[in-house]
Nanobody
Framework: VQLQASGGGLVQAGDSLRLSCAAS????????MAWFRQAPGKEREFVAA????????YYLDSPLGRFTISRDNAKNTVHLQMNSLKPEDTAVYYC????????????????????WGQGTLVTVSS
């Protein structure tokens, strides 16, 4: 599957952004989808993941309550709604897809994901 992330940009602290990731192919609904981010000078980290049927979602602790992941299997897209953005949310955001993840804690593991989008830059000014 090919992934194309979009929706990044320059915003001010407190603003909202909605990132989107469009997936090619007819098997989108069979993938677990996730968002990761990489801030300047830091390692890439897990942000959020959602299972195939949108029944379960997982989040990084720090943006908990400010970020919401969702998916539309009919449109082959996954979204990340980000509210009350902070300068520390500045990063390149990547969407990723996994065919199968056995344990819940592995949703946060980059190695669990096979397919990656190119990333979209989010810059939050103070």
């Amino acid at each position: 599957v090919q992934l194309q992330a979009s929706g990044g940009g320059l915003v001010q602290a407190g603003d909202s952004l909605r990132l989107s990731c469009a997936a090619s192919g007819s098997t989108f609904s069979t993938y677990i989808m996730a968002w990761f981010r990489q801030a300047p000078g830091k390692e890439r980290e897990f942000v959020a993941a959602i299972n195939r049927s949108s029944g379960s979602a997982y989040y990084l602790d720090s943006p908990l309550g400010r970020f919401t992941i969702s998916r539309d299997n009919a449109k082959n897209t996954v979204h990340l709604q980000m509210n009350s953005l902070k300068p520390e949310d500045t990063a390149v955001y990547y969407c990723a897809a996994a065919g199968y993840i056995t344990l819940a804690y592995l949703y946060r593991n980059q190695g669990s994901y096979t397919y990656w989008g190119q990333g979209t830059l989010v810059t939050v000014s103070s």
